[in-house]
């Protein structure tokens, strides 16, 4: 690796807290861009100590504040897995498809069931 590779790296990577990549699926709770409350189902594509940042179908405000149960497993679910209760702050939000947004949430509480 070179010094400029090393120096991108480092300035690329600024989050304060390590993130984990994974897949797990979760169920979001919030309101939309109209003012409804809704309930809809997610995937993670990331998750650290305090935050995740997920994919999601509704196009949601940055600073909406979200309820997000994530299923710490990758395959089937049954009534034995493990959750991650989380409540958060909408902080960045991109239009990656049609229909599909990433959505980055800050922690404001968390909670392992």
């Not at 897949?23 to 409350?37: C, F, H, K, S, T």
């Not at 239009?95 to 980055?104: D, N, P």
């Amino acid at each position: 690796m070179t010094e400029s590779q090393t120096i991108l790296i480092n300035i690329a990577e600024r989050r304060i807290k390590p993130r984990v990549a994974c897949e797990y699926q979760a169920i979001v709770q919030g309101v939309d861009l109209d003012g409804n409350m809704y309930e809809d189902s997610a995937t993670l594509a990331n998750l650290s100590a305090s935050g995740l940042f997920m994919w999601v179908t509704k196009d949601i405000k940055a600073g909406s504040l979200l309820s997000v149960v994530i299923l710490l497993r990758n395959k089937n679910i049954d009534l034995k897995t493990r959750k991650l209760v989380t409540k958060g702050v909408v902080i960045r939000k991109e239009q990656l498809t049609e229909g599909k947004y990433g959505i980055a949430v800050m922690f404001t509480y968390h909670r392992f069931l």
